[in-house]
């Protein structure tokens, strides 16, 4: 069973920047390099969307939501994925949650970015 560890998450003020990272803890190296990754937001009522993938050759793939302004990495040899969001915005808070892509259907708890002046 595949388990992502999410971290980074904050209050911060509009403009301001973080950086989540995200571990995939169970997952093999076998499978966690050939695998396409993404980072998912769920805001208050509204659906998980997918804002940033990464495939297993670094192909970046965001959402017009946040193009520009955030930037997808991951490091096979620690199976882990980063996001570095900058020039945040009121509308990106949300939970944020790392997954395959396509998504399994095991989820993390995901982590907190809250932007308030």
């Known amino acids: 069973q595949v388990h992502f560890l999410e971290s980074g998450g904050g209050l911060v003020q509009p403009g301001g920047s973080l950086r989540l990272s995200c571990r995939a803890s169970r997952m093999i190296t076998s499978t966690f390099n050939p695998a396409t990754m993404g980072w998912y937001r769920q805001a208050p009522e509204k659906e998980r969307e997918l804002v940033a993938s990464?495939?297993?050759?670094?192909?970046?793939n965001y959402a017009d939501s946040v193009k520009g302004r955030f930037t997808i990495s991951r490091d096979n040899a620690r199976k882990s994925v980063y996001l570095q969001m900058d020039s945040l915005e009121p509308e990106d808070t949300a939970v944020y949650y790392c997954n395959t892509v396509p998504h399994g259907v095991n989820w993390g708890q995901g982590t907190q970015v809250s932007v308030s002046s």
């Open positions: 990464i495939s297993s050759g670094r192909t970046t």
